[in-house]
T-cell receptor
Framework: DQQVKQNSPSLSVQEGRISILNCDYT??????FLWYKKYPAEGPTFLIS?????DKNEDGRFTVFLNKSAKHLSLHIVPSQPGDSAVYFC???????????FGAGTTVTVRA | DTGVSQNPRHKITKRGQNVTFRCDPI?????LYWYRQTLGQGPEFLTY????????KSRLLSDRFSAERPKGSFSTLEIQRTEQGDSAMYLC?????????FGEGSWLTVV
Protein backbone atom coordinates (compact mmCIF):
# COMPACT_ATOMS: atom_id res chain seq x y z
CA ASP A 1 0.00 0.00 0.00
CA GLN A 2 1.84 3.05 -1.34
CA GLN A 3 0.91 5.92 0.96
CA VAL A 4 3.21 8.42 -0.73
CA LYS A 5 3.15 8.74 -4.50
CA GLN A 6 5.35 10.56 -6.94
CA ASN A 7 3.53 10.13 -10.21
CA SER A 8 6.20 11.62 -12.45
CA PRO A 9 9.13 9.22 -12.74
CA SER A 10 11.24 11.78 -14.58
CA LEU A 11 11.57 15.49 -15.26
CA SER A 12 13.83 17.29 -17.71
CA VAL A 13 14.44 21.01 -17.26
CA GLN A 14 16.75 23.57 -18.79
CA GLU A 15 19.47 25.09 -16.64
CA GLY A 16 18.28 28.30 -15.01
CA ARG A 17 14.59 27.40 -15.21
CA ILE A 18 12.31 26.20 -12.43
CA SER A 19 11.97 22.51 -11.53
CA ILE A 20 8.66 21.54 -9.95
CA LEU A 21 8.36 18.12 -8.36
CA ASN A 22 5.04 16.83 -7.11
CA CYS A 23 4.04 14.40 -4.40
CA ASP A 24 0.66 13.09 -3.21
CA TYR A 25 -0.14 11.21 -0.03
CA THR A 26 -3.12 9.25 1.19
CA UNK A 27 -2.59 9.02 4.95
CA UNK A 28 -4.23 12.02 6.64
CA UNK A 29 -2.23 11.27 9.79
CA UNK A 30 1.01 12.37 8.14
CA UNK A 31 2.12 15.61 9.76
CA UNK A 32 5.70 16.03 8.65
CA PHE A 33 7.10 15.96 5.15
CA LEU A 34 10.62 15.89 3.79
CA TRP A 35 12.41 15.98 0.47
CA TYR A 36 15.62 14.09 -0.17
CA LYS A 37 18.03 14.12 -3.08
CA LYS A 38 19.90 10.99 -4.06
CA TYR A 39 22.82 10.34 -6.38
CA PRO A 40 23.49 6.80 -7.63
CA ALA A 41 25.20 4.53 -5.11
CA GLU A 42 24.85 7.11 -2.33
CA GLY A 43 22.40 7.54 0.50
CA PRO A 44 19.63 10.16 0.40
CA THR A 45 20.66 13.69 1.33
CA PHE A 46 18.17 15.82 3.26
CA LEU A 47 17.03 18.93 1.38
CA ILE A 48 14.09 20.56 3.09
CA SER A 49 11.12 19.72 5.28
CA UNK A 50 7.75 21.11 6.26
CA UNK A 51 5.41 20.59 9.18
CA UNK A 52 1.67 20.28 8.63
CA UNK A 53 1.11 23.52 10.52
CA UNK A 54 2.74 25.42 7.65
CA ASP A 55 1.95 25.66 3.98
CA LYS A 56 5.32 26.88 2.75
CA ASN A 57 8.95 26.57 3.71
CA GLU A 58 11.87 28.09 1.87
CA ASP A 59 15.59 27.41 2.01
CA GLY A 60 17.74 29.07 -0.60
CA ARG A 61 16.82 27.75 -4.04
CA PHE A 62 14.41 25.20 -2.56
CA THR A 63 10.80 25.86 -1.59
CA VAL A 64 8.30 23.27 -0.43
CA PHE A 65 4.56 23.90 -0.61
CA LEU A 66 2.00 21.86 1.31
CA ASN A 67 -1.71 21.67 0.46
CA LYS A 68 -3.25 19.61 3.25
CA SER A 69 -6.76 19.61 1.86
CA ALA A 70 -5.50 18.12 -1.40
CA LYS A 71 -2.93 15.92 0.37
CA HIS A 72 -0.35 17.30 -2.01
CA LEU A 73 3.08 18.82 -1.71
CA SER A 74 5.54 20.15 -4.21
CA LEU A 75 9.20 21.08 -4.32
CA HIS A 76 10.32 24.05 -6.38
CA ILE A 77 13.97 24.46 -7.33
CA VAL A 78 14.86 27.88 -8.72
CA PRO A 79 17.09 28.29 -10.62
CA SER A 80 17.89 24.73 -11.63
CA GLN A 81 21.58 23.89 -11.88
CA PRO A 82 23.39 20.94 -13.50
CA GLY A 83 24.34 19.63 -10.04
CA ASP A 84 20.65 19.27 -9.28
CA SER A 85 20.46 16.28 -11.63
CA ALA A 86 19.57 13.42 -9.28
CA VAL A 87 16.65 11.38 -7.97
CA TYR A 88 14.36 13.28 -5.62
CA PHE A 89 12.31 11.48 -3.00
CA CYS A 90 9.32 12.78 -1.12
CA UNK A 91 8.84 11.32 2.36
CA UNK A 92 6.20 11.64 5.07
CA UNK A 93 5.92 10.77 8.75
CA UNK A 94 3.36 10.73 11.55
CA UNK A 95 3.61 11.75 15.16
CA UNK A 96 6.95 11.80 16.84
CA UNK A 97 8.64 8.66 15.61
CA UNK A 98 9.69 10.09 12.23
CA UNK A 99 9.38 6.70 10.60
CA UNK A 100 9.39 7.74 6.97
CA UNK A 101 7.20 6.55 4.12
CA PHE A 102 8.82 7.33 0.79
CA GLY A 103 7.58 7.86 -2.73
CA ALA A 104 9.23 6.03 -5.61
CA GLY A 105 11.25 9.08 -6.64
CA THR A 106 11.49 11.47 -9.58
CA THR A 107 14.64 11.60 -11.68
CA VAL A 108 15.53 15.18 -12.53
CA THR A 109 17.80 15.97 -15.45
CA VAL A 110 18.99 19.54 -15.83
CA ARG A 111 20.02 20.32 -19.42
CA ALA A 112 22.75 22.86 -20.13
CA ASP B 1 33.38 13.27 9.12
CA THR B 2 30.50 13.36 11.59
CA GLY B 3 27.81 11.89 9.35
CA VAL B 4 26.15 8.49 9.51
CA SER B 5 28.71 5.83 8.68
CA GLN B 6 27.91 2.41 7.24
CA ASN B 7 30.10 -0.55 6.46
CA PRO B 8 30.78 -2.50 4.48
CA ARG B 9 29.68 -0.37 1.56
CA HIS B 10 29.42 -3.39 -0.71
CA LYS B 11 28.94 -7.07 0.03
CA ILE B 12 28.62 -9.96 -2.38
CA THR B 13 27.61 -13.21 -0.77
CA LYS B 14 26.43 -16.64 -1.79
CA ARG B 15 22.86 -17.64 -1.17
CA GLY B 16 22.49 -19.20 2.27
CA GLN B 17 25.34 -17.29 3.89
CA ASN B 18 24.91 -14.83 6.74
CA VAL B 19 25.84 -11.16 6.43
CA THR B 20 26.12 -8.35 8.95
CA PHE B 21 26.06 -4.62 8.34
CA ARG B 22 27.16 -1.99 10.81
CA CYS B 23 25.89 1.55 11.26
CA ASP B 24 27.50 4.31 13.30
CA PRO B 25 24.99 7.13 13.72
CA ILE B 26 25.71 10.79 14.22
CA UNK B 27 27.03 11.25 17.72
CA UNK B 28 24.32 11.80 20.33
CA UNK B 29 21.47 10.97 17.95
CA UNK B 30 19.11 8.88 20.03
CA UNK B 31 17.06 7.45 17.15
CA LEU B 32 18.44 5.04 14.59
CA TYR B 33 16.58 3.60 11.62
CA TRP B 34 17.18 0.86 9.06
CA TYR B 35 15.66 1.03 5.59
CA ARG B 36 15.96 -1.10 2.48
CA GLN B 37 15.93 0.21 -1.07
CA THR B 38 15.61 -1.73 -4.32
CA LEU B 39 16.04 -0.34 -7.83
CA GLY B 40 13.27 1.98 -8.92
CA GLN B 41 11.71 2.21 -5.48
CA GLY B 42 11.98 4.56 -2.55
CA PRO B 43 13.50 3.35 0.72
CA GLU B 44 11.25 1.08 2.80
CA PHE B 45 11.25 1.19 6.58
CA LEU B 46 12.59 -1.91 8.35
CA THR B 47 13.05 -1.05 12.01
CA TYR B 48 14.04 1.70 14.42
CA UNK B 49 15.63 2.18 17.80
CA UNK B 50 15.34 4.83 20.42
CA UNK B 51 18.60 4.53 22.30
CA UNK B 52 19.04 0.76 22.79
CA UNK B 53 15.33 -0.10 22.61
CA UNK B 54 13.97 -1.50 19.34
CA UNK B 55 10.59 0.20 19.16
CA UNK B 56 9.15 -1.05 15.89
CA LYS B 57 9.77 -3.68 13.25
CA SER B 58 8.22 -3.72 9.81
CA ARG B 59 6.53 -6.86 8.55
CA LEU B 60 9.21 -6.71 5.82
CA LEU B 61 11.66 -7.81 8.48
CA SER B 62 11.37 -11.58 8.36
CA ASP B 63 12.71 -13.89 11.05
CA ARG B 64 15.98 -14.10 9.13
CA PHE B 65 16.64 -10.44 9.89
CA SER B 66 17.80 -9.20 13.27
CA ALA B 67 18.94 -5.77 14.35
CA GLU B 68 20.62 -4.67 17.53
CA ARG B 69 21.82 -1.49 19.11
CA PRO B 70 23.46 -2.83 22.26
CA LYS B 71 24.64 0.35 23.95
CA GLY B 72 22.49 2.88 22.21
CA SER B 73 25.33 3.86 19.90
CA PHE B 74 26.20 1.80 16.81
CA SER B 75 23.78 -0.75 15.37
CA THR B 76 24.11 -3.99 13.43
CA LEU B 77 21.72 -5.57 10.95
CA GLU B 78 22.23 -9.29 10.40
CA ILE B 79 20.62 -11.31 7.63
CA GLN B 80 20.77 -15.05 8.08
CA ARG B 81 20.48 -17.60 5.28
CA THR B 82 20.47 -14.92 2.61
CA GLU B 83 18.21 -15.25 -0.41
CA GLN B 84 18.48 -13.59 -3.81
CA GLY B 85 15.49 -11.42 -2.92
CA ASP B 86 17.57 -9.85 -0.15
CA SER B 87 19.72 -8.10 -2.75
CA ALA B 88 19.21 -4.39 -2.11
CA MET B 89 20.78 -1.31 -0.61
CA TYR B 90 20.47 -1.24 3.18
CA LEU B 91 20.31 2.29 4.52
CA CYS B 92 20.85 3.46 8.05
CA UNK B 93 19.63 6.82 9.31
CA UNK B 94 19.75 8.68 12.59
CA UNK B 95 17.93 11.63 14.11
CA UNK B 96 17.87 13.71 17.24
CA UNK B 97 14.89 15.92 16.51
CA UNK B 98 12.90 16.09 13.32
CA UNK B 99 15.63 15.83 10.70
CA UNK B 100 16.64 12.36 9.64
CA UNK B 101 20.11 11.91 8.16
CA PHE B 102 21.03 8.90 6.06
CA GLY B 103 24.29 7.10 5.62
CA GLU B 104 25.67 6.16 2.23
CA GLY B 105 24.18 2.69 2.35
CA SER B 106 25.45 -0.86 2.16
CA TRP B 107 24.88 -2.68 -1.11
CA LEU B 108 24.11 -6.38 -0.79
CA THR B 109 24.26 -8.72 -3.76
CA VAL B 110 23.25 -12.32 -3.16
CA VAL B 111 24.44 -14.69 -5.89
Amino acid sequence: DQQVKQNSPSLSVQEGRISILNCDYTNSMFDYFLWYKKYPAEGPTFLISISSIKDKNEDGRFTVFLNKSAKHLSLHIVPSQPGDSAVYFCAAATGGDYKLSFGAGTTVTVRA
Amino acid sequence: DTGVSQNPRHKITKRGQNVTFRCDPISEHNRLYWYRQTLGQGPEFLTYFQNEAQLEKSRLLSDRFSAERPKGSFSTLEIQRTEQGDSAMYLCASSQANTIYFGEGSWLTVV
